[in-house]
């Protein structure tokens, strides 16, 4: 019996964007749904501290395997009703090399519940995605999403080559390390970030199902690279495009920006699909494909099908906070709405599209009226400092404090804090000392100008299943 893919998977949208509800409908719609892998352990806190509305995450958490873990975290999180708003949201330890074993139970359980509930009512399957950029959480995130039973892990920015391995390993409770990308990192240093099911497991579990791996790429390099240099086995590719949402690869060759200060792509950017067919895994291709033309075009060049994100990120199942979603759709149908490719707004120094909209950190007077902070610390780059240990820092945290770790002012200019505003985007803001709440920055492919194509006649918005119909047609 042959595989069966889909023609349509929705692409892994952080934070929450892709939340369990998004991927569990477009799942049921008999594509491929892909929850948001980023930030799980935050959502989960928030959430409980928003009250669990609907007691999704209370129900999810009750069919964990490990009882234990399971009831400490509700007991210590859950808030009846919700929380004050004018209070903040309970603290959660940053990411290091080495975490404490609270942050990896609350990205187990995180993970755990958000596969769980997107597989919920149905036996189609559902996949996860990570940002290779986001390295730290990697090892106990991936196993809470195996644990729930993922059967894709969908991954990009940068090149993960140790996943398959590790997801190999992690299928058998074994124990997995990770070399981190560490700044200035000297022969000898020990750059492993570890993590050993067996800490946590309450008694003996069955195997687990190993997801299938689908790197995303922007290069027929990078596809050949992780041929030969992954630990394990790949399933196939996403070859993403320059119009994508999110973060985008920078463009090959000498950086060259338009007047805007965009990054410019050009001919060596395009991918040759015919060169990724030769090398007979699926794949499907990502970036403004979200139309049913599209699409036969992908089939008819031997590909599996698209990846899309813009289109599902701005439909009523998607996780985006309404009054954005709607405000962002009301700019596309007034034929307003701009998304300028930021090469300065992530600290990662990927390109970051942003979704131009009033009142979010894409305003200028918006983003210099924000302390700097960093409190969620998922975009932090590990550093070794002079006496061998490891560092962290983040372009987007205070600038005294960044140039103290040795980082360059320069690199700190334009830099936004993608972390809390990207959970602000799906509805949980932090509250910060003094009572300044988090703003949103919104992100959103190239493809938003046009997306009022899928609002049915006499509508105002549309569904996950308008936007899969319309491709199917
Ligand atoms: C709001 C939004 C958030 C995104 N976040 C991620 C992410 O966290 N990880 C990722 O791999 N891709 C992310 N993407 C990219 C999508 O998964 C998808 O590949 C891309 O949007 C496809 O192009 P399209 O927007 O033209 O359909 C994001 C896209 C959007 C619109």
Known sequence: MGIEYPKIIQGGMGVAISNWHLARTVSMLGQLGVVSGVALEILLVRRLQDGDIGGHIRRALEKFPFREMARRTVEKYYIPGGKADDKPYAAVPMHKQVASKKLHELCILGNFVEVFLAREGHDRPVGINYLEKIQMPHLPSAYGAMLAGAAYVVMGAGIPTQIPGVLDGLSHHEAVSYKLNVVGAQPGDDTFARFDPRDFMEGDHPPLVRPRFLPIIASNVLAVTMLRRSTGKINGFVIEGPTAGGHNAPPRGQLQINEGGEPIYGEKDVVDLEKIRELGLPFWVAGGCASADK?????????????????????????????????????????????????????????????????????????????????????????????????????????????????????????KCICNSLVANAGHPQIQKGGAVEKPLLTSGDDLAEIARFIPEGQTSYTARDVIDKLLA
């Open 295 to 415: 699409l036969r075009e992908v089939l008819e060049a031997g590909g599996n099908g698209i990846q899309v994100g813009t289109a599902f990120a701005l439909c009523n199942d998607s996780g985006m906070a309404d009054e954005y979603r709607r405000a962002l759709l009301q700019e596309a149908v007034a034929g307003t709405a701009r998304v300028i490719t930021d090469r300065l707004a992530s600290p990662t120094g990927f390109p970051f599209k942003v979704a131009q909209l009033e009142g979010s950190l894409s305003q200028e007077d918006v983003y210099l009226s924000r302390t700097r902070v960093c409190d969620l610390g998922y975009l932090r780059e590990v550093y070794r400092k002079d006496d061998g240990k490891m560092g962290y820092r983040c372009a987007s945290e205070p600038i005294k404090t960044f140039l103290a770790k040795g980082g360059k002012e320069s690199d700190t200019i334009g830099r």
